[in-house]
């Protein structure tokens, strides 16, 4: 009788709890409101709305998992705690140079009602503009081994939103943006279209890639990501059309398994952006704020950069990665049909040293320098490079000393054909070789399929190779620019040498295929860059004519574009891409990639909407000189630009690199002006950027130059 008693008293007490929460558990922050129940069924759910309109209806939370009953029902809570935070913290490198963190906190312990109850809490955080949330497997008293086969985790919309999405993709993420409602989504439509990329994965023809744009007919923005992904498979989303729901479709294994995790485990952060100016989501730094600060102590050596490249002559066919090409080809009669052009031979690299040198540009990434290249990738096979052994028309000891001798720093590059395994094995190997000749970063590359067999690029396997390159390179104080990777998710925070990555389709789709539609650069920032800064190598100033054997082929943007691009699209790490004769034909234009900086103290989105146009100003690290980016889609667009951030007691000249009359993308791509204006804080400037177009500006004040 007693037992029954105290068994009532709780179950009261419990259900107490549960009634007196229901209102506790809603949390709010600005005009985001985010509320978490638990359904009659004991189904975790959460609903966000957005200046009192729901932007997320009831949504359920969960997992299944192999050998084990569900984790998405049946729970009871046993405790809410909630907590706030607001403070700032100093990144460092970034687009400014101090960040907010402000959230309200809520975390629910729940626990199952049965036998041998497992435990499962979730945190969620609600931001100014946005909500996070993410999954805890507490220690458990039976079982701590849990297999993944599938995230339950819903998004479920209000409508039919306007998407910009590329498909989902276990292997890549080189795509263009298609932009559709969420209705018309047809991921397979769009990989069978895309012959230009090497792997192509995508099993559900209904799902798409995050970081997911969505406009709402009422005009509102809202972003879909994941923030901090560590020992776990990338997050991508199912389409239910008849719903307008997403739920997680997390990249599996070789097995087919998505996750195998060992409590007590964290997930990465689901993150839902939300505003009412497309502006904001572009300014939001959630998904930095929900990494963990840097792991790496001293930080000094992790320094932004310029870099040029021995690298367009062969995107562009002029010269070859592999060195067999450097033979000259005759046929059988011994007549000369194709004259040897390897491109990373050493007088061709002390070329790009000198321009490096001349121009004040930090570095120079080589490609194509070890040996491998003849048969890289395509082939499924094992030990291709062994990221030490130059060709021979290489001289690493004299390029070593040259460089040095004109203080420029030569750029590593580890192709690795998608080999993750081999690398590993050669991780040390490679990176001591690094230090030994003083490259202090490395492009890494990961083309085809990925070894271990039957893994995918975006899996858990590999995030967490990524992950342990960026460790092992952090210990060899290497900073690491990575191609054909997962699309980022913040993890620089956490990893500062984690300088760059590729994670999307960059501009040598220009040089070999048909290339990124205009309005490409205007959806990149508020997709492929929420995650993290992109090696995207702009600078083309040769816009057409440049691809051997294809005369028709041309960049898809005016030149004036190209040089704003260095400001809308961030990243510490900014290829200056074309070849140097290049630039040498254009020393006024090249004037603004040398000047650029590559760090900011600060940024101001002054103007943006997903697919039509970007207006970024930036100030330069430690430094009173403003620079503008402001680029359209294929439709010219005239802007005023108030230049009210500037400081209100001093006066400024702005150089502003323009579109010419009579430029556009297509015909006359080449044709820019520029002119000089002073300007102060009260200066409101017109812009004309032509069809594909764009502007840069730089504004420095009278005193200083
Ligand atoms: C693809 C990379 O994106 C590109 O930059 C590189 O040149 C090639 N792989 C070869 O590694
Ligand atoms: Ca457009």
Not at 524 to 541: A, E, K
């Amino acid at each position: 009788m007693i037992k029954k008693i105290v068994v009532l008293l709780l179950s009261i007490t419990t259900t107490g709890n549960v009634i007196a929460q229901t209102n506790k558990n809603e949390v709010t922050l600005n005009q985001v409101k985010l509320g978490f129940a638990l359904n009659p069924n004991g189904v975790p759910t959460y609903t966000v709305s957005y200046k009192d309109k729901v932007i997320i209806q009831n949504s359920s939370l969960g997992f299944k998992l192999a050998d084990q009953r569900p984790m998405d029902a049946g729970f009871e809570i046993t405790n809410i705690e909630k907590t706030a935070k607001n403070e700032s913290w100093k990144p460092v490198w970034g687009e400014t140079n101090t960040i907010q963190n402000h959230y309200e906190e809520l975390t629910v312990h729940l626990k199952e009602k049965s036998e041998k109850p497992r435990l499962l809490d979730i945190i969620f955080r609600v931001f100014e503009n946005g909500i996070a949330f993410r999954y805890i497997f507490p220690k458990q008293t039976e079982l701590n081994y849990f297999i993944i086969t599938d995230e339950l985790t819903e998004f479920n919309l209000t409508g039919d939103h306007k998407a910009f999405w590329i498909p989902g993709d276990y292997d890549s993420n080189e795509y263009i943006y298609t932009t559709s409602p969420l209705s018309q989504i047809d991921a397979w439509k769009v990989q069978k279209a895309a012959t230009d990329i090497a792997v192509r994965t995508v099993p559900d023809q209904f799902a798409v890639q995050t970081p997911l744009m969505l406009k709402t007919a009422e005009g509102l923005y809202i972003n879909i990501h994941e923030a901090a992904l560590i020992n776990y498979p990338a997050m991508q989303l199912h389409v239910n059309k008849a719903t307008n729901g997403l739920s997680s479709n997390l990249v599996p294994d070789a097995l087919g398994n998505k996750a195998y995790l060992h409590a007590p485990f964290s997930t990465p952060w689901r993150t839902v952006i939300v505003s009412d100016k497309a502006a904001d989501i572009l300014d939001s730094k959630m998904i930095l704020n929900l990494n963990e600060p840097s792991v790496i102590a001293e930080t000094e050596w992790i320094k932004p950069m310029k870099f040029v490249g021995v690298w367009w002559e062969m995107q562009t066919g002029k010269s070859t990665w592999s060195y067999a090409e450097n033979m000259d080809k005759v046929d059988r009669n011994g007549k000369l049909i194709a004259s040897g052009k390897h491109g990373a031979n050493t007088a061709n690299v002390k070329k790009y040293i000198d321009f490096a040198a001349k121009n004040g540009i930090g570095g120079v990434l080589v490609e194509g320098w070890n040996t491998g290249w003849e048969d890289w990738f395509g082939n499924w096979k094992e030990e291709v490079f062994d990221f030490v052994t130059p060709y021979p028309d290489f001289d690493l000891k004299e390029i070593t000393v040259y460089a040095q001798s004109k203080n420029v720093k030569m750029i590593m590059h580890n192709e690795t054909s998608g080999s993750a395994s081999s690398y590993e094995r050669q991780l040390d190997t490679a990176f001591c070789f690094m230090n030994k000749f003083n490259y202090p970063a490395v492009k890494t590359g990961y083309v085809g399929k990925i070894i271990p067999r039957g893994e995918h690029h975006d899996g858990q396997w590999m995030v967490n190779h990524f992950n342990r390159v960026n460790q092992k390179a952090a210990d060899h104080k290497v900073m690491i620019d990575v191609h054909e990777a997962m699309r980022p998710t913040g993890l620089h925070r956490t990893y500062p040498n984690f300088i760059a990555s590729e994670a999307g389709r960059g501009n040598e789709y220009n040089a070999f295929s048909n290339g990124n539609a205009p309005e490409h650069e205007t959806i990149l920032p508020f997709t492929r860059l929420m995650g993290g800064p992109m090696d995207y190598t702009p600078g083309i100033f040769k816009l057409k004519g440049y691809a051997s054997g294809d005369p028709g082929r041309q960049v898809h943007t005016t030149l004036a574009k190209q040089l704003a691009l260095y400001v809308t699209l961030y990243s510490p790490l900014q290829m200056a891409a074309d070849c140097p004769e290049n630039y040498e034909a254009h020393p006024d234009a090249f004037q603004f990639i040398k000047d650029v900086p590559t760090d900011w103290d600060d940024t101001k989105i002054i103007e943006a909407e997903p697919g039509d146009y970007i207006t970024i100003a930036r100030k330069g690290k430690n430094s009173q000189a403003w620079y503008i980016g402001a680029i359209t889609d294929e439709n010219a667009r005239k802007t005023k630009i108030a230049l009210s951030f500037l400081d209100k007691d001093k006066s400024y000249i702005a150089t502003v690199y323009a579109d010419a009359k009579g430029a556009d993308w297509k015909e006359h791509p080449e044709l820019y002006k520029i002119t000089k204006t002073k300007v102060t804080s009260a200066s409101v400037l017109t812009l004309e950027l032509a069809p594909g177009g764009g502007a840069a500006l730089e504004i420095v004040p009278v005193d200083s130059k």
